[in-house]
């Protein structure tokens, strides 16, 4: 495909329940970003990937949140022991280069119950 | 600390009326910031960056740094405009971005 594309588009959990939300950037890109979006939070960021390494995880809001990137493509953001208030819009974005430009995923409704 | 503000989080207006959506940023160094816009529907994508001193769609922003503000404006507001803006700082060094809360823009016929 020719757009980040992110799975599932929707995930309903019961509290306590792990979780794993997946991200395919566009092809070729090496930069790929994590970030959450709370309703009349903005966008959070939540973590950095550049190749396999995460430089920059400043954002993860607990130790209950990980992510991963392998191949230097696919990236899974895990949520262990989930809590309602992790109920958010998860955007994975990708980009190539510093020019600013982000490409975002459609993101990942994760309902906590 | 590094912070992005909009202080509206609606912005209702008619259809040929002028427009501006505000931003204002804190920042200790050389602040390079963009306006995203997400429509229905559609994914979060760039609008415009302060460094290409470009006018999208009508659009254009001035980086005041004396005001420390990046506010959005277009002279006649369309109803193809309605949608959800982002205004964002890039931090860091390579493309981390600090986004404000975001305004929506509904534009009425």
């Known amino acids: 495909g020719a757009g980040v594309s992110q799975s599932p588009s929707n995930k309903v959990t019961e509290k306590g329940k792990d979780v794993e939300l997946r991200c395919d950037p566009i092809?070729?890109?090496?930069?790929l970003y994590w970030y959450r979006q709370s309703l009349g939070q903005g966008l959070e960021f939540l973590i950095y990937?550049?190749?396999?390494?995460?430089?920059?995880k400043s954002g993860l809001p607990s130790d209950r949140f990980s992510a991963e990137r392998t191949g230097g493509s696919v990236s899974t953001l895990t949520i262990q022991r989930t809590q309602q208030e992790d109920s958010a819009v998860y955007l994975c974005?990708?980009?190539?280069?510093?020019?600013?430009?982000?490409?975002f995923g459609e993101g990942s409704r994760l309902t906590v119950l | 600390a590094q912070r992005v503000t909009q202080p509206e989080k609606l912005l209702s207006v008619f259809k040929g009326a002028p427009v501006e959506l505000k931003c204002n940023y804190s920042y200790s160094g050389s602040p390079e910031l963009f306006w995203y816009v997400q429509y229905s529907r559609q994914r979060l994508q760039l609008l415009l960056r302060h460094i290409s001193r470009e006018s999208i769609k009508g659009f254009t922003a001035d980086l005041n740094k004396g005001e420390t503000s990046f506010h959005l404006k277009k002279p006649f507001a369309q109803e193809e405009d309605s949608a959800m803006y982002y205004c964002a700082l890039s931090s860091g060094g390579y493309n981390k971005l600090i986004f404000g809360a975001g305004t929506r823009l509904a534009v009425h016929p």
């Open positions: 092809s070729g890109h090496t930069a």
């Open positions: 990937f550049q190749g396999n390494s995460a430089p920059d």
């Open positions: 974005a990708s980009s190539f280069g510093q020019t600013g430009e982000l490409f």
